[in-house]
């Protein structure tokens, strides 16, 4: 069962304007939750993480919004740019365990 | 640059060798984590230690995959008997006991031919 799920494989924005990344999880105990970006041949990148007790965390262009009752995530990127273009992987941990449980992945093409 | 550090970064092997990945966390971090990815997927967890205990094994790591951390800083991954189906990328991260963010190393590509 896919407890961390990303509907959209890809999306495709133009430079300047807001990539909207959604995220959807099923496991209630989930309590923390994070966004990675990656690009080919190399590990994932730490980008943002929210805990469950927040709605909303804001770094720099990068804003991530919890919805607990909906069990929905998204990462915003204002504005966006060519080099965000990557893959990007929402995950989770559920309390008291150390392991992440992570989405399918979403890629995202930033047109200039 | 005091990242997370795995060696090789590729290996190409025939079926039935074996293999062994290592992973340098970053220094301060007592947690140690692997995790498999294959194309189109997301990462999956396949174990993790806590200093030199390893506190989590996934089913994915069947009796083929043993993980080591024997004094509690790098650890090493074997793969016994390989498969076709091991083919994979291979992800180590480490994070602060209590703290849930992960930091990923660069990764092994291993192709079994």
């Known amino acids: 069962d896919q407890q961390v799920k990303q509907n959209s494989p890809s999306l495709s924005v133009q430079e300047g304007r807001i990539s909207i990344l959604n995220c959807d999880y099923t496991?209630?105990?989930?309590?923390?939750f994070l966004w990675y970006k990656k690009y080919p041949a190399e590990g994932p990148t730490f980008l943002i993480s929210?805990?469950?007790?927040?709605d909303k965390n804001e770094d720099g262009r990068f804003t991530v919004f919890l919805n607990k009752s909906a069990k929905h995530l998204s990462l915003h990127i204002v504005p966006s740019q060519p080099g965000d273009s990557a893959v990007y992987f929402c995950a989770a941990s559920p309390s008291n365990t150390g392991k992440l449980i992570f989405g399918q992945g979403t890629t995202l093409q930033v047109k200039p | 640059d005091t990242g997370v550090s795995q060696d090789p970064r590729h290996k190409i092997t025939k079926r039935g060798q074996n293999v062994t990945f290592r992973c340098d966390p970053i220094s301060e971090h007592n947690r140690l984590y692997w995790y498999r990815q294959t194309l189109g997927q997301g990462p999956e967890f396949l174990t993790y230690?806590?200093?030199?205990?390893?506190?989590?094994k996934s089913r994915l790591l069947s009796d083929r995959f043993s993980a080591e951390r024997p004094k509690g800083s790098f650890s090493t991954l074997e793969i016994q008997r390989t498969e076709q189906g091991d083919s994979a990328m291979y992800l180590c991260?480490?994070?602060?006991?209590?703290?849930?963010?992960?930091?990923f190393g660069p990764g092994t590509r291993l192709l079994v031919l």
């Open positions: 496991n209630s105990m989930f309590d923390y």
């Open positions: 929210i805990s469950s007790i927040k």
């Open positions: 991260a480490s994070s602060l006991a209590g703290h849930g963010t992960q930091y």
């Open positions: 230690f806590q200093n030199e205990a390893q506190l989590e």
